[in-house]
């Protein structure tokens, strides 16, 4: 009865015990309010699980993540890029065509830092009305010129992008191409002073050339470096203007050379902001995961942030096509490609496309609660539709700067009124 007593008593022990740990430590007595604890814990993570997954308000994980197909499918309707190859919709130039070799080699003709130093030449001849002056600074760019005045003779560019590294495209032609503009014009103004109006129109000419190819390509920072070089090439017809002002044979050839620039496409520039969001999305895993992601956008992800390839991004690991690999990423990518399928692919008025992203931006804020580093993966990275966008076609190069005597007296004129 002793030994039956004692293994009964055992067993009543066994059952109020959680784990029995070995002889010395302490034993943990599982009590009613831990038990209710862990089930409250655990029934959290249940539902928190449910509701992502089951989709509530922004929590979608799961809806998004299966939709994905349809929004693709719908994104790809509208006519947004699928893969690099179709960021431009145009067949590829032929090499007649193309003048980024004559670009490329124009840009490694010259020294940035020499030709930053022979601007401060420059801007003093100018500030003093010595346009004839301005000639000799440019002496050790001619080469460069010539060269900028043979791609001019092009008619599109094909840099070979790789559009997959999203936004660690790296444009470095563009500057080049600003200061192809600029020393154009220089010269230009020079050729003007010393009675080589015909000279100076070819210059001219040139760069507005050298615009309409910096605005070649599909995207957002092409057409800003067209603009930008447009108005580089205004302000030397607007100078040429003012130092013909008393020569009307002249200053009406410069009239006559100007040439409208056409409407830029907006659409078509923002072809690789749309390809960018889907390119990153494919590729969370090889930017180190989400968190790696955030810290690349961020610019503190071991890189100094877009503009640069984050050393851990390796082009030939890259996912080029296809949907994103985990279903954090398609739920993100559902966003994103929704959000571009609302926008028409076509279509040159750029306000009413900057209204069309404006709604879609408004709708994916109102519905969803994002970071603003995500926010600029699935909207666009670059582009506030609220963008100073300016067009230049059919605007009339109207104004010149009259050069009043050692500067003392200046007065902007129309062209028109000059005769």
């Keep these: 009865m002793k030994n039956l007593h004692e293994r009964a008593k055992n067993v009543l022990n066994a059952n109020s015990v959680l784990v029995n740990v070995s002889r010395g430590q302490r034993r943990f007595v599982l009590r009613p309010l831990t038990i209710f604890a862990l089930i409250g814990v655990v029934g959290i993570f249940f539902c928190g699980g449910i509701l992502l997954f089951v989709g509530i308000g922004p929590l979608d994980i799961g809806p998004a993540s299966r939709d994905l197909p349809a929004a693709s499918q719908a994104y790809r309707n509208a006519g947004w890029p699928w893969v690099a190859g179709q960021v431009d ?172 620039v056409p409407n830029i496409d907006f659409a078509f520039h923002i072809r690789e902001e749309a390809y960018s969001g889907l390119a990153i999305l494919r590729n969370v895993d090889q930017y180190g995961g989400a968190f790696g992601l955030l810290k690349a956008l961020s610019g503190s992800g071991g890189n100094s942030g877009p503009g640069s390839t984050p050393t851990h991004l390796d082009p030939s690991k890259l996912h080029r096509d296809g949907m994103a690999p985990d279903i954090i990423s398609r739920a993100f990518l559902d966003k994103s490609l929704r959000y571009w399928a609302s926008i028409r692919a076509s279509g040159e008025n750029a306000t009413e496309t900057s209204m069309e992203m404006d709604r879609a931006s408004k709708e994916l804020e109102k519905k969803h609660s994002l970071s603003n580093a995500l926010s600029a993966v699935i909207t666009p990275h670059l582009l506030s539709s609220r ?24 007065q902007d004129w129309s062209v028109s009124k000059i005769d």
Excluded at 105 to 121: C, E, G, L, P, R
Excluded at 387 to 395: D, F, K, T, V
Aim: proline share 6%.
């Design 89 to 260: 919709p145009r067949p590829a130039p032929s090499w007649k065509e193309d003048a980024a070799p004559e670009i490329e080699a124009a840009a490694n003709s010259y020294n940035d830092t020499s030709f930053s130093k022979a601007q401060d030449a420059l801007f003093k001849a100018y500030n003093e009305d010595r346009y004839e002056d301005m000639a000799a600074p440019l002496v050790p760019f001619q080469k460069t010129m010539e060269m900028a005045i043979a791609a001019s003779k092009k008619s599109r560019v094909n840099f070979h992008r790789d559009f997959d590294l999203g936004p660690y495209v790296l444009f470095p032609e563009y500057a080049k191409e600003k200061a192809f503009a600029k020393m154009l014009t220089y010269a230009a103004e020079a050729k003007c002073a010393s009675g080589d109006v015909e000279t100076a129109i070819k210059y001219l000419k040139a760069a507005h050339r050298i615009g309409l190819l910096a605005g070649e390509e599909p995207n957002l920072i092409s057409m800003l470096v067209e603009i930008a070089t447009q108005a580089i090439d205004d302000r030397g017809y607007q100078i040429c203007a003012g130092i013909l002002r008393t020569n009307p044979i002249g200053l009406a050839e410069l009239e006559k050379s100007y040439v409208v």
């Design 387 to 410: 963008l100073g966008y300016r067009s230049y076609a059919g605007q009339p190069r109207s104004y010149c700067r009259i050069p009043g005597g050692n500067g003392n007296a200046r």
